[in-house]
């Protein structure tokens, strides 16, 4: 019996998106060369609903694209309503309440997979010379790309050659061949270490492609677990169900069975090709292509009608942001409430580009430490910088928690108001990082290392446990009974109706 629901069928999904009016049914002709990525970047930038492509002018006849898939949403009320969704919560859902319940999976027992003989993922199966990956609508998304990207929101399957460890691993891949593609498989993720030991080995990776995978599925593949650590444990422990999955027809491996595409064959060990430039999660394209790994595919299966879904990187917010960032978020979370350090909450804010992480201290607790500001920035850097959720993010920002680390407006004047210019930052240059960040130097990125730092916009006195200030707001500077009379008579004043955060829809 197939697995139902949002979390991991994405069919279901997109039919659930389609019942709340987050997604529209576009039955108009149109062309996978830029107009795909045209209407997905302005469905980002318009908060519209995700756009779901049903009559394509390229590719094979039946074939759909989703866009924006975990776009934020302009449902009033519902802003992550998308993204809740790939975990089968409710669409009001909070970032508070959504980072709560991917910490508390990483804590409860992995469930793993469970394996089913066939999927829907198996409806279509081709082979040989049948395989012919231009038979899809493989967009090009920007001007400036370097060429057609089919994976941009799905993930890799590997496993290690003694088989102790297989792998979901997000990474992108471009089109290069009638069956071939090229992407990046950076050693320091677990794509490019898995890759890499098979390498040495002078042998083939069997590697696997999902795309159109369960959403939770494809949340986690981006999540900075630890190495060794099966996504799929923690997919099951996240849902509450074991994820079906069944076996390639090629080389082994095990996909899920509600998958709308799998790709399957081999990474070379040593064969290379140019690929890119492509619009990247920093929001800026570059001019340059880099040679990258060559896939190799040998068989192809999808489902009828297949969904393929696409994230058109660059300005935030993106999947990049929603999903990646919101991943980090919760494993950085995780890092810092173990190490014992007076942290409440931490968030990637998606406006930041995946390039900082807001940390929530607790001030009454950090007055108990007797810490002072350096010594809890490097406390801080310690424990990120040394992982690979810190690896991927360059600045960390510390603020008291009265601020709401989710709404960057309030991020944004805490930075202004609380960090001192001469004391505030706290520069770690031998700390690693990802190469691709755009301020870094041609020599740290050769090095990997550098970019890092702690920003605090933690008041003196927070130290202490204290604010001297009270925040002049309208739920600080008023009355209860007269923010409940104004808020009641909102309507009655001649204000268009807001949401329960004061924002118009």
Same mark, same amino acid.
């Given at each position: 019996?197939?697995?139902?629901?949002?979390?991991?069928?994405?069919?279901?999904?997109?039919?659930?998106?389609?019942?709340?009016?987050?997604?529209?049914?576009?039955?108009?002709?149109?062309?996978?060369?830029?107009?795909?990525?045209? #209407?997905?970047?302005?469905?980002?930038?318009?908060?519209?609903?995700?756009?779901?492509?049903?009559?394509?002018?390229?590719?094979?006849?039946?074939?759909?694209?989703?866009?924006?898939?975990?776009?934020?949403?302009?449902?009033?009320?519902?802003?992550?309503?998308?993204?809740?969704?790939?975990?089968?919560?409710?669409?009001?859902?909070?970032?508070?309440?959504?980072?709560?319940?991917?910490?508390?999976?990483?804590?409860?027992?992995?469930?793993?997979?469970?394996?089913?003989?066939?999927?829907?993922?198996? @409806?279509?199966?081709?082979?040989?010379?049948?395989?012919?990956?231009?038979?899809?609508?493989?967009?090009?998304?920007?001007?400036?790309?370097?060429?057609?990207?089919?994976?941009?929101?799905?993930?890799?399957?590997?496993?290690?050659?003694?088989? $102790?460890?297989?792998?979901?691993?997000?990474?992108?891949?471009?089109?290069?061949?009638?069956?071939?593609?090229?992407?990046?498989?950076?050693?320091?993720?677990?794509?490019?270490?898995?890759?890499?030991?098979?390498?040495? $080995?002078? @042998?083939?990776?069997?590697?696997?492609?999902?795309?159109?995978?369960?959403?939770?599925?494809?949340?986690?593949?981006?999540?900075?677990?630890?190495?060794?650590?099966?996504?799929?444990?923690?997919?099951?422990?996240?849902?509450?169900? *074991?994820?079906?999955?069944?076996?390639?027809?090629?080389?082994?491996?095990?996909?899920?069975?509600?998958? @709308?595409?799998?790709? @399957?064959?081999? !990474?070379?060990?040593?064969?290379?090709?140019?690929?890119?430039?492509?619009?990247?999660?920093?929001?800026?394209?570059?001019?340059?292509?880099?040679?990258?790994?060559?896939?190799?595919?040998?068989?192809?299966?999808?489902?009828?009608?297949?969904?393929?879904?696409?994230?058109?990187?660059?300005? *935030?917010?993106?999947?990049?942001?929603?999903?990646?960032?919101?991943? !980090?978020?919760?494993?950085?979370?995780?890092?810092?409430?173990?190490?014992?350090?007076?942290?409440?909450?931490?968030?990637?804010?998606?406006?930041?580009?995946?390039?900082?992480?807001?940390?929530?201290? &607790? !001030?009454?607790?950090?007055?108990?430490?007797?810490?002072?500001?350096?010594?809890?920035?490097?406390? #801080?850097?310690?424990?990120?910088?040394?992982?690979?959720?810190?690896?991927?993010?360059?600045?960390?920002? =510390?603020?008291?928690?009265? !601020?709401?680390?989710?709404?960057?407006?309030?991020?944004?004047?805490?930075?202004?108001?609380?960090?001192? *210019?001469?004391?505030?930052?706290?520069?770690?240059?031998?700390?690693?990082?990802?190469?691709?960040?755009?301020? =870094?130097?041609?020599?740290?990125?050769?090095?990997?290392?550098?970019?890092?730092?702690?920003?605090?916009?933690?008041?003196?006195?927070?130290?202490?446990?204290?604010?001297?200030?009270?925040?002049?707001?309208?739920?600080?500077?008023?009355?209860? &009974?007269?923010?409940?009379?104004?808020?009641?008579?909102?309507?009655?004043?001649?204000? *268009?109706?807001? &949401?329960? $955060?004061?924002?118009?829809?």
């Amino acid at each position: 019996m197939t697995q139902r629901g949002s979390a991991l069928n994405f069919r279901d999904f997109v039919t659930e998106l389609l019942a709340t009016g987050d997604a529209v049914d576009i039955r108009v002709p149109v062309s996978p060369t830029l107009e795909v990525g045209a #209407v997905t970047r302005r469905v980002y930038d318009t908060r519209s609903p995700a756009p779901l492509f049903g009559d394509l002018t390229e590719g094979a006849p039946g074939f759909r694209i989703l866009g924006a898939p975990a776009g934020l949403s302009g449902v009033p009320g519902e802003p992550y309503g998308r993204l809740a969704a790939h975990f089968g919560l409710p669409r009001d859902t909070t970032p508070r309440d959504l980072l709560e319940k991917l910490v508390s999976a990483m804590k409860a027992r992995p469930v793993p997979p469970r394996i089913v003989p066939t999927g829907p993922c198996k @409806e279509n199966v081709l082979t040989g010379d049948d395989v012919d990956l231009t038979r899809f609508p493989v967009p090009l998304l920007h001007e400036q790309d370097g060429g057609r990207y089919f994976g941009t929101y799905g993930f890799h399957v590997v496993r290690t050659p003694d088989g $102790r460890w297989t792998s979901w691993s997000v990474s992108r891949t471009m089109l290069h061949g009638r069956d071939t593609l090229v992407g990046p498989a950076m050693p320091q993720q677990h794509l490019g270490m898995i890759h890499r030991m098979w390498a040495d $080995r002078g @042998e083939r990776t069997p590697w696997a492609m999902v795309l159109g995978a369960p959403p939770a599925a494809l949340a986690a593949a981006g999540m900075p677990l630890p190495a060794e650590v099966d996504e799929s444990g923690y997919v099951g422990a996240l849902t509450g169900s *074991p994820v079906d999955v069944v076996r390639t027809e090629t080389n082994g491996l095990y996909v899920p069975a509600n998958s @709308e595409i799998v790709l @399957e064959g081999y !990474i070379s060990p040593d064969e290379t090709a140019p690929e890119g430039p492509m619009g990247e999660y920093h929001g800026y394209a570059f001019a340059e292509s880099k040679p990258q790994p060559v896939f190799h595919v040998e068989a192809v299966t999808h489902r009828d009608r297949a969904v393929l879904p696409v994230c058109v990187a660059g300005l *935030p917010p993106e999947e990049n942001h929603t999903i990646w960032g919101t991943m !980090i978020s919760a494993t950085g979370l995780d890092l810092l409430r173990s190490s014992g350090l007076p942290v409440s909450f931490a968030w990637c804010s998606y406006e930041a580009a995946t390039c900082w992480m807001v940390v929530a201290v &607790d !001030i009454r607790r950090l007055a108990r430490t007797r810490m002072t500001e350096r010594e809890l920035a490097d406390a #801080v850097a310690e424990v990120l910088f040394g992982s690979h959720t810190g690896w991927l993010v360059p600045k960390v920002l =510390l603020v008291a928690d009265d !601020i709401d680390i989710t709404d960057i407006d309030q991020v944004v004047w805490a930075m202004a108001t609380r960090s001192h *210019p001469a004391t505030g930052h706290h520069v770690y240059p031998d700390a690693p990082g990802i190469p691709m960040v755009p301020y =870094l130097t041609e020599e740290e990125v050769r090095a990997g290392r550098g970019g890092k730092c702690v920003v605090s916009c933690l008041l003196p006195e927070q130290f202490d446990g204290v604010t001297r200030g009270v925040t002049a707001s309208f739920d600080n500077s008023f009355p209860g &009974d007269v923010r409940r009379h104004v808020t009641a008579h909102w309507a009655d004043y001649g204000f *268009p109706a807001a &949401d329960r $955060r004061g924002h118009r829809p």
